[in-house]
């Protein structure tokens, strides 16, 4: 079976950095995605990932390494507002979005 | 202008009734998505047309029927509505279809309904 597993929860104080990992098992891969979803919202686009290595935007970067499957998200300089769910999600080999549960981050003061 | 729209955004209804959600992209995309987000958080595919044809239809009951009337449009109406059909659906689309076509990377979500069955 297809399986993405990642952390359900985490927390992490304001101004600090937080990686959230994601593992996967999937039926072929055509690129790794890290989604935001804040609470009674839809999910936003963050990163996607389909070669090894880091992707840096901002504030944010992905890992992926295909070889051991997987994935982290790196978020530096946390604020307040980066409380959110964070989805990884992996494309199998019939362009089919496989999604985890995501992982609820709390930022304290 | 909102790219992905779907009404309404709340419902709330007794078992056995019929209801429909509608969506709406003005994105220009091939592909629509209806998705399912049960309370433990998961996304679920349920659907995926592609210029108006099904692409994906996975293991849902026959009470869900998507209905596109063009590629802008990706309706769901659900029959008979049960306890466990409770959940947020999310209608989404993107640029890249399921057939092998270039990826672009990114799902623009609607708002999402949230269903309450009583």
């Known amino acids: 079976g297809q399986n993405i597993d990642q952390p359900t929860e985490m927390t992490a104080t304001e101004g600090a950095i937080v990686q959230i990992n994601c593992t996967y098992q999937t039926s072929g891969f055509n690129g790794l995605f890290w989604y935001q979803q804040h609470a009674g919202e839809a999910p936003t686009f963050l990163s996607y990932?389909?070669l090894d290595g880091l992707e840096e935007k901002g504030r944010f970067s992905s890992f992926l390494s295909r070889s051991k499957g997987y994935s982290y998200l790196l978020l530096k300089e946390l604020q307040m507002k980066d409380s959110a769910s964070y989805l990884c999600?992996?494309?199998?080999?019939?362009?089919?979005?496989?999604w985890g549960a995501g992982t609820k981050l709390i930022i304290k003061p | 202008d909102t790219a992905v729209s779907q009404t309404p955004k709340y419902l709330v209804t007794q078992m056995g009734n019929d209801k429909s959600i509608k969506c709406e992209q003005n994105?220009?995309?091939?592909?629509m998505y209806w998705y399912k987000q049960d309370s433990k958080k998961f996304l679920k595919i349920m659907f995926s047309y592609n210029n108006k044809e099904l692409i994906i239809n996975e293991t849902v009951p026959n009470r869900f029927s998507p209905k596109s009337p063009d590629k802008a449009h990706l309706n769901l109406h659900i029959n008979s509505l049960e306890l466990g059909d409770s959940a947020v659906y999310f209608c989404?689309?993107?640029?890249?279809?399921?057939?092998?076509?270039?990826?672009?990377?990114?799902?623009?979500f609607g708002e999402g309904s949230r269903l309450t069955v009583l």
């Open positions: 994105l220009g995309h091939d592909t």
């Open positions: 990932n389909v």
């Open positions: 989404a689309s993107s640029q890249a279809g399921t057939s092998g076509n270039e990826v672009t990377g990114e799902l623009f």
């Open positions: 999600a992996v494309l199998d080999s019939n362009y089919q979005l496989i």
